[in-house]
């Protein structure tokens, strides 16, 4: 009897701690509240995508070659903080936006959150800026919205740039996103491990290589965790991970025939290498680039070398990446 009201008095705090959460969580977080907290915020605008006002950055001269740039999930255009002015600075018009329900974008409850709806609403966000084509650089999760792109509206994609890219639904494998599955054990869940420092510090120690450790600093925690501390990014973040479907990436790539540079840390544990060779064998007119000491995330780890490829690859009439003897990389043939 005693250890069946100590299980109730358990379960019953553990309620309560979960009530208090999802009734004291902000239901969103302003701009205007956080903005002088934004790197580049003098470059941030707005515009209005199919009812949504979509988060964007950008960064450099509108007569120059236009990049477009997606960040992963659970991630922002704070991703690209580095390498998107290196790239202003060599000469291209950079475009970094903030997909639907994740930075500081609209997190609507009636989007599905589904790769083919934000690699649409990408299409549109081109169309309202008046970008006809440009070269899409891709990131994780929005590598996979990157190459939906260049199957589905490949007339807008000139070149494409697939940085350790989910090409697979082998993610949805993983413990947290199993559980984030479950009706009800999800939504608990989810604010107190996205609000946890703690939790987005070891998550950082397993997405970074080791020798890139020193990234982990007090402003990239709380860079990352502010735009995802509200309730509507808590459900982008639940309706993402419920809605992924990325098989279709790794099965139709030998499909894609615009000129594509992959790039991949060598120790990233987020999505295998291995990964990489396979979209490369599918790809027919792709480069392979592999970042020694470099994990999930080669634009903040090797921010000069990745700006340096993405420019090669970029004037290169046909996105050829000349043999390097930097010891940080390796080209594969």
């Not at 990049?67 to 290196?86: C, D, E, F, N, Q």
């Amino acid at each position: 009897m005693k250890k069946r009201n100590l299980a109730l008095g358990f379960a019953g705090a553990i309620g309560a701690a979960v009530a208090v959460k999802m009734l004291t969580r902000a239901k969103t977080v302003e701009w205007e509240n956080v903005a002088d907290l934004i790197p580049h915020s003098e470059n941030s605008k707005f515009v209005s995508v199919d009812g949504a006002r979509v988060h964007y950055q950008e960064f450099g001269d509108a007569s120059k070659p236009t990049l477009v740039m997606i960040h992963g999930y659970t991630a922002s255009l704070y991703v690209w903080k580095t390498v998107a002015p290196m790239l202003a600075d060599a000469g291209f018009h950079v475009f970094a936006l903030d997909l639907l329900g994740f930075g500081y974008s609209d997190k609507p409850s009636s989007f599905d959150y589904s790769i083919t709806s934000q690699t649409r609403m990408v299409a549109r966000f081109m169309n309202r800026l008046g970008i006809g084509r440009a070269t899409i650089v891709g990131s994780s999760y929005g590598g996979a919205v990157a190459a939906t792109l260049a199957l589905d509206y490949s007339e807008r994609v000139e070149k494409l740039v697939l940085v350790d890219t989910v090409c697979n639904d082998n993610l949805r494998n993983h413990p947290i996103l199993k559980l984030a599955s479950i009706p009800g054990l999800g939504e608990a869940i989810t604010p107190f491990l996205v609000d946890s420092r703690a939790f987005q510090r070891y998550r950082m120690r397993g997405t970074l290589a080791k020798p890139n450790h020193a990234l982990i600093t007090n402003d990239r925690v709380e860079s990352i965790l502010r735009p995802l501390s509200a309730a509507d990014a808590h459900h982008s973040l639940l309706a993402t991970s419920r809605a992924w479907s990325a098989n279709r990436i790794e099965q139709d790539a030998h499909l894609i025939d615009q000129p594509t540079l992959i790039i991949w840390g060598e120790d990233d544990t987020v999505i295998p290498v291995d990964d990489g060779h396979t979209l490369h064998r599918s790809i027919l007119n792709s480069r392979f680039v592999i970042l020694k000491n470099c994990g999930h995330v080669p634009q903040e780890e090797k921010s000069e070398t990745f700006a340096e490829l993405v420019t090669e690859f970029c004037r290169d009439a046909k996105g050829r990446i000349s043999e390097s003897a930097r010891d940080d990389l390796r080209m594969e043939a």
